[in-house]
Structures are given as C-alpha cells and as structure tokens.
C-alpha cells in the first residue's frame, strides 16, 4: 500500500537526492508554523494550496473556561499567530480555540473528513502517523519543512523502507489497542521500526475500530518508524 501511495504522489526523482512528493492535505498548529509563516513573510510567498491547509489551535488550548485570559506568554503568543496568519495568507479552514471542530489536530483531520484513504498528510508534529489509520501516508515534519510544504505544497523525502507486521488471531477479553502496539514494540525495540513505514495487518488489526487503528499507528513514532499504516476497509469507510 505505502509503495502505490508514494509512486502515485512522486512529483521529481534524482538518483542519490530527496524524492519530491506531492502533498494532499497539510495540517497546521500554532507551535512549529510561526517560523514557517515568518519565512514564507520574508521570502514575499504566499501559500500555495490554502485550499489544501487546515489549521487549528491545538497544543497551547486550554481544556475548560475558554474565555479566561490565557497565562503562559509563550501559549498566547503562538496562539496569537496562528490567528493573525490564518487571516493574512488567506486560510479558508482555520479552527481556532473557540471554534466547535476546534481540537487535537491528528482527531479532527479524519473527524471532520480532510484525512482520506490513499491521501499524502502532513504535520509539524511526530505523531502525525495516527492518521495513517485511515489508508493514507501520514508523516510528521520539522518547521523549515512545514514552510517548504506552504510555499510548494510539495516534501523532500527520501523514500522510507517497508515494513509488515501482522497480527493473527482475535485479542483476548481486555487486550486493547494500546497493549497491542506495545507488545510489538517490546518485540521489534524502539528503534526497531527506525527508516521503516510499518504495514499492520493480520486478524486482530481488522477487529480494531478506528479509533483503536489510531492507537496503533499514532505509537509506531515509539518504535522509531517513520509512518504507521492499516490498509482501508468497511470499516474505515
């Protein structure tokens, strides 16, 4: 699955350099895109693809009394950017923090229906591969690399390697998602996983619901993988 993903999104190849792929859909939060934003400000770029930009408050959000002043400098800061960069490039799908679909950004990408079977995701945060739960590419990216995406809606990456791992049998009475992903990383390591896409497949993976999926792949960063992936089916969809 990963290996049709990656060919079908491959925009330039040169032997020994970074592939250039193309991105489907580019999630943004208020910590790693102020920089991002400031170098496309400097650059006089635009966003190539708002369109294909979804952003939201996430990391600094308080939980509950939304409308008290937020303490941490730092916090309202980040938070304060997004809002005045959202509203400078043009971004149609910014959710900020008084927003109803406002949220944890790998949980409203499939709940509001941006993250899709066989799509390209990327994230300024590692754990960008939950999404890959729903048949897609989801990996997290660094903030030169955020602003890379903004200004081209392209990645360099080198190609990861692939990796299956299966899981037969149906799961026990109390054995969640979580105590599966864990006692593969207790069999493959933390890094066991390092320069791979990892593939779950197998009996007990099918069983999982989606949110159990999203467990999995949302800890193959813990294994050192650099995307987790489970092939759609009726359930995904």
């Not at 990892?198 to 294994?223: H, K, Q």
């Amino acid at each position: 699955m990963f290996e049709k993903i990656w060919d079908a999104h491959v925009v330039h190849e040169e032997p020994g350099q970074p592939s250039l792929i193309y991105v489907d859909l580019h999630l943004v939060h208020e910590v790693t895109s102020p920089q991002a934003f400031d170098g496309l400000r400097m650059a006089g770029r635009q966003v190539r693809r708002p369109d294909l930009t979804v952003a939201t408050a996430d990391h600094n959000t308080p939980t509950w009394e939304l409308t008290r002043p937020i303490e941490d400098q730092i916090s309202k800061a980040q938070l304060d950017a997004l809002d005045r960069n959202a509203a400078e490039f043009g971004l149609p799908f910014y959710y900020d923090r008084f927003s109803e679909n406002q949220g944890i950004v790998h949980i409203i990408g499939p709940d509001l229906g941006y993250t899709l079977p066989g799509k390209t995701v990327v994230c300024g945060d590692s754990h960008t591969s939950t999404h890959g739960a729903l048949g897609c590419f989801a990996v997290g990216i660094g903030t030169s690399e955020v602003e890379h995406v903004l200004a081209t809606q392209t990645l360099r990456q080198f190609k990861p390697r692939t990796m299956e791992v299966r899981v037969d049998g149906e799961l026990p009475n109390g054995v969640s998602a979580k105590d599966v992903i864990l006692g593969i990383i207790g069999q493959i390591g933390v890094n066991g996983g390092t320069g791979h896409v990892i593939e779950y497949t197998g009996e007990a993976i099918r069983g999982l619901s989606m949110d159990g999926r999203m467990t999995v792949c949302n800890m193959s960063i813990e294994a050192g993988a650099r995307a987790g992936m489970i092939a759609p089916d009726d359930t995904t969809f």
